[in-house]
């Protein structure tokens, strides 16, 4: 039976968000960074350039017969030149007074500005970089102060700042599709050491509590560690449950018998026929909850025997020869033959215990089924495969019921009236696919059935 497990979620998806969304924050983190910076060192280069075509500008600036001279130096604009041919736009002004250059210029700023001010304006329809600078003049018999207004269009730095923000979008996209790939390789990593585990413990049969002893990592010591914990305990538990049913099939058989044999002894000192017809079918009752505890506590022990096998190597014709050895003296008081055909020897390697209870339950069904004065036959081959197979003369399988029978406390309908459980077939198929092997049920053409266990 399979119980359905409550999800709360992938862990390996948990994972990869928390990662990929992690990468994508410090790729925009990384962008806006970069550009900031490119947009601050690009500004400060131009503003650079502007301050020093200002001074230069301002150097040329002289008092001659009292009147100011100023012949606007080559210099001061060739260093203004850019790739996008930036316009250049300048006023002059004489102790506040518009003097010369472009008139929109004066007005928008501090006209007396202390050193170089800076500022970004608009100017005919274009973003532009501003500086203004003053110098004090003195002549022979008055003193100017000449201000130089400097404004250059921001055309250049704009497609310059766009390739930076392109590379940097580039650079970003790059970093976060790495770590992206990485995240899913240390996801898969990780989350590889719990498939492993899953995997070990999927791979082993139900009764196979062996701890785990491969090295995990150090976070998953405590699962594993719970998970050997709760293997010994399970371990504990099924020998003790082992035990018990030995002990049980011991304590509950040897009372029956006991009684069985009180009964039959009063049986024979009775004389009434309907006291002897009540003593018989105590017998008879007898005899079907000895069989029935029995082959309930030996249906038992194979189910706890068959998860762990104990496999040694063994003769199949002699495991046969020293179970017909022991049945026949009960085949003789039914007047039946027990005839085992044979090679010399068949090895095999497997559980001796399982495998002799096996084919004693199936000699046992047809013995008690074969009619007197006839023969079960029992018959070992190994030419493709291993092959045992037990036939009687009695009455066969119910076609209709034929793919049934080895289920438990399955009974055909020809058996009422006979002693017996259902469990004597299921035993024998539980032993043999415990093995790898099939059993497979037939009936003889001439009257009779065949169980054929396959190995």
Excluded at 49 to 73: K, M, Q
Excluded at 182 to 210: C, E
Excluded at 388 to 415: M, S, W
Aim: one cysteine or more; charged letters at 20%.
């Amino acid at each position: 039976m399979t119980v359905k497990v409550a999800f709360s979620g992938s862990l390996r998806n948990r994972l990869v968000v928390t990662l990929i969304g992690g990468a994508a924050l410090l790729a925009l983190l990384l962008f806006f960074a970069v550009r900031s910076y490119a947009v601050q060192i690009a500004q400060s280069g131009q503003d650079s350039i502007l301050e020093a075509s200002v001074t230069s500008i301002l150097d040329a600036a002289a008092i001659r017969n009292g009147v100011i001279e100023l012949d606007l130096p080559y210099s001061a604009l060739s260093m203004l030149n850019t790739v996008a041919d930036d316009r250049v736009f300048y006023a002059i002004l004489e102790n506040g007074e518009f003097l010369s250059g472009y008139q929109d210029l004066v007005g928008q700023t501090d006209l007396m500005p202390s050193g170089f001010l800076f500022e970004t304006r608009q100017i005919r329809d274009s973003s532009a970089r501003v500086v203004s600078a003053n110098r004090l003049l003195i002549g022979a018999d008055r003193r100017i102060k000449v201000q130089v207004i400097l404004a250059q269009t921001q055309d250049a730095l704009s497609e310059t700042l766009s390739e930076i923000s392109r590379n940097a979008a580039l650079f970003g996209f790059c970093f976060f599709t790495l770590v992206a790939g990485l995240s899913f390789w240390a996801t898969k990593n990780t989350i590889g050491q719990l498939d492993k585990l899953t995997h070990s413990v999927t791979r082993r049969g139900p009764h196979d509590l062996r701890p785990f002893t491969k090295p995990v990592p150090r976070e998953m010591a405590p699962l594993v560690t719970s998970l050997n914990s709760l293997m010994m305990r399970l371990e504990q538990s099924f020998a003790q449950s082992e035990d018990f049913i030995a002990e049980a099939a011991h304590r509950v058989r040897t009372p029956l018998a006991t009684v069985r044999s009180y009964a039959e002894a009063t049986l024979q000192r009775v004389d009434k026929e309907e006291n002897r017809d009540a003593m018989r079918a105590m017998v008879k009752a007898i005899d079907e909850s000895s069989r029935a505890a029995g082959q309930l506590l030996d249906h038992a022990m194979i189910t706890f025997r068959a998860g762990h096998l104990e496999q040694h190597p063994l003769d199949l014709v002699e495991l046969a020869q020293d179970l017909v050895l022991r049945l026949t003296p009960i085949a003789d008081m039914k007047d039946l033959k027990l005839e085992l055909d044979s090679p010399q020897s068949v090895p095999f390697s497997g559980d001796s215990v399982l495998l002799q209870n096996a084919l004693r339950n199936l000699i046992d069904n047809a013995m008690k089924y074969g009619p007197t004065e006839s023969s079960v036959e029992i018959s070992i081959s190994h030419k493709e495969a291993v092959q045992i197979k037990v036939c009687d003369f009695g009455p066969g399988f119910p076609a209709h019921e034929i793919d049934t029978l080895t289920k438990r406390f399955q009974r055909g309908e020809n058996a009422k009236g006979t002693i017996g459980s259902g469990l004597g077939l299921t035993i024998a198929r539980d032993v043999i696919e415990a093995h790898g092997g099939e059993i497979q049920l037939s009936n003889r053409s001439g009257g009779g059935a065949c169980v054929t266990l396959s190995l």
